[in-house]
């Protein structure tokens, strides 16, 4: 089966500017997550979706990172204005059920 | 809250040496428990899974056993390989609500010919 799609892999971006992630999950997962990993650091996870609906979304910073997912299958992660902070790689992954996720291979974000 | 603490990296082996990375946890209930590995520039991918008490997870020659009474889920490896070399992350997924994953930090693993 394909994997979970990201794009696009790489992203340099201006502090205060706007970026915007896009995610294809593999088709059937009802589930999908959005992680983000900070160098040195664990996935965190920043919002989750259950088909088009948000389930948990506590640490997603609402002022400025937003996402949805049209139609319960591709997703977009949207952060605006970008800080350095924000830094990191973007992970998407998908799941059928609570055993096991599968990850795409994340968007390296470096805002300057 | 739940966590997950690994042990600090980075772990340095010749190759065919004996591997262990120390990861334990706190949860309320029975998380299921994992091991991700991250290649250089790559994603994550499920390593092995233990899903209840006593469980041994394995694959590419890598293991781990779900052990409730230290609340421990150690990952082992008898002869490590260069092509091991990579971030092993430890999680766990809480079995009510969301089932969101929580990760540790990572280890690194770094195998010299």
């Known amino acids: 089966e394909a994997g979970v799609a990201q794009s696009p892999r790489y992203k340099i971006i201006e502090k205060r500017q706007s970026v915007a992630f896009w995610c294809n999950p593999i088709?059937?997962?009802?589930?999908l997550y959005w992680y983000q990993q900070i160098l040195g650091q664990g996935p965190k996870l920043l919002i989750q979706?259950?088909?088009?609906?948000?389930?948990?979304d506590s640490q997603l910073p609402k002022d400025r990172f937003s996402a949805e997912r049209l139609k319960g299958v591709d997703s977009t992660l949207k952060i605006q204005p970008a800080k350095l902070e924000d830094s990191a790689v973007y992970l998407c992954?998908?799941?059928?059920?609570?055993?096991?996720?599968?990850f795409g291979s994340g968007t390296r974000l470096t805002v300057v | 809250g739940n966590s997950v603490t690994q042990m600090e990296g980075p772990v340095t082996l010749s190759e065919e040496a004996f591997l262990t990375i120390n990861c334990t946890y706190t949860?309320?209930?029975?998380?299921?428990l994992f091991w991700y590995v991250q290649y250089p520039g790559e994603g994550l991918q499920l390593l092995l899974k233990?899903?209840?008490?006593?469980d041994k997870g394995s694959n590419k020659g890598f293991e781990a056993t779900y052990r409730k009474e230290t609340t421990s889920f150690h990952l082992e490896k008898g002869s490590v390989q260069v092509s091991d070399s990579a971030v092993y992350f430890c999680?766990?997924?809480?079995?009510?609500?969301?089932?969101?994953?929580?990760f540790g930090t990572g280890t690194r693993l770094k195998v010299l010919a």
């Open positions: 979706f259950q088909n088009n609906g948000v389930v948990d």
């Open positions: 992954a998908s799941s059928f059920s609570r055993d096991g996720y599968t």
């Open positions: 949860a309320t209930g029975y998380p299921s």
């Open positions: 233990a899903t209840k008490a006593d």
């Open positions: 999680a766990l997924s809480e079995n009510e609500g969301t089932y969101k994953y929580i």
């Open positions: 088709s059937g997962h009802a589930t």
